[in-house]
């Protein structure tokens, strides 16, 4: 059984940081594509970043581009997002997925989901 366990969300100020983690279990983590993507209250869930199997490969939201870092590291089975200069529009609920093999940044080619971490940026 696969699961996906987000954390590290919570309160934080804007231009403040936060790192979220999301530990994965039941499948060889090694061999497949993580994304993180996030939904804002009243808004459809939007693709933040995603990083391939080996961690070449990594691609962003414009609108997160030069702010936030997305890395794995398969030897815990973890993949993070490090958000630096958090700003009250990046406020959502963030969920980590995870596919098999083929990079993409496209939400429903992702093939397990985490259940979400609250990530709130006061102004």
């Known amino acids: 059984q696969v699961q996906l366990v987000e954390s590290g969300g919570g309160l934080v100020q804007a231009g403040g940081s936060l790192r979220l983690s999301c530990a994965a279990s039941?499948?060889?983590?090694?061999?497949?594509?993580m994304g993180w993507f996030r939904q804002a209250p009243g808004k459809e869930r939007e693709f933040v970043a995603a990083i391939s199997w080996s961690g070449a490969n990594t691609d962003y939201a414009d609108s997160v581009k030069g702010r936030f870092t997305i890395s794995r590291d398969n030897a815990k089975n973890t993949v993070y997002l490090q958000m630096n200069s958090l700003k009250p529009e990046d406020t959502a609920v963030y969920f980590c997925?995870?596919?098999?093999?083929?990079?993409?940044?496209?939400?429903?080619?992702?093939?397990?989901w985490g259940q979400g971490t609250q990530v709130t940026v006061s102004s």
């Open positions: 997925a995870a596919r098999p093999f083929t990079f993409t940044v496209l939400e429903y080619e992702y093939n397990y």
């Open positions: 039941g499948l060889t983590f090694s061999r497949y594509v």
